[in-house]
């Protein structure tokens, strides 16, 4: 089994920062592509960003010169730095993955985990 676990959300107030953490543990063959979706309420989930497959990184305009995404290989990890937040920002963060875990490559979702900005 792969799983996605994410950290690292909470409450903050709007100027503020947080990183989030996603592990990836499991049969892991490969890691394709690794980032970031948010859903508000009321809306669709959508990127905010994410490393692809061919290893360079897409950003939701929103958050362009705001967050930022790193990764550690070694520990299938993926962070976002979130800085200078906005009460827009509020919304579910969820990890995703493409990877290669059972001779083929499949998506795989985190469980989630809320950031809340306060205004």
């Known amino acids: 089994q792969v799983q996605l676990v994410e950290s690292g959300g909470g409450l903050v107030q709007a100027g503020g920062s947080l990183r989030l953490s996603c592990v990836a543990s499991?049969?892991?063959?490969?890691?394709?592509?690794m980032g970031w979706y948010c859903q508000a309420p009321g809306k669709q989930r959508e990127l905010v960003a994410v490393f692809t497959s061919g290893g360079s990184t897409n950003y939701a305009d929103s958050v362009k010169g705001r967050f930022t995404i790193s990764r550690d290989n070694a520990k299938n990890t993926v962070y976002l730095q979130m800085n200078s937040l906005k009460a827009e920002d509020t919304a579910v963060y969820y990890c995703y993955a493409n990877i290669n875990a059972y001779g083929f490559s499949r998506d795989f979702w985190g469980q989630g985990t809320q950031v809340t900005v306060s205004s």
């Open positions: 499991g049969r892991i063959f490969s890691i394709n592509a």
